[in-house]
């Protein structure tokens, strides 16, 4: 791939994909609602085209059963399928994937 300027320019490899993924989840964390523990990398795919990394990041989500709070808490696993730019790692998406 080529940039305007001319240059070639290097797609981004697995790894650096999957900090970007983390990364991502863990900046937008405290707008999810409730605190999340756990993560871990669950899949990774690069699309056909390979224009896209599509990173699956499995994370537990505490959840308040009632006003007893930290006495009370439980987990659920949750997961997010975040696609990310191959070229320049920028997010392109995050979706809610079902296991």
């Known amino acids: ?3 305007p300027n001319g240059s070639a320019t290097s797609p981004i490899n697995v790894q650096v994909a999957a900090q970007k993924a983390v990364n991502y989840l863990q900046n937008l ?3 999810m609602g409730n605190q999340i523990t756990n993560t871990r990398l669950e899949e990774i795919e ?3 085209d390979e224009k896209f990394w ?3 990041l499995g994370f537990d989500r505490l959840i308040d059963d009632n006003l007893l ?6 987990a659920e696993r949750d ?4 696609k990310i730019d191959a ?5 392109k998406a995050m979706k809610i994937r079902t296991v």
């Open 1 to 3: 791939m080529a940039d």
């Open 29 to 31: 964390a405290p707008h």
């Open 46 to 48: 690069l699309s056909e």
């Open 54 to 56: 599509f990173i699956t």
């Open 69 to 74: 709070g930290q006495l009370q808490q439980r």
């Open 79 to 82: 997961y997010k399928q975040i």
């Open 87 to 91: 070229t320049t790692g920028d997010v």
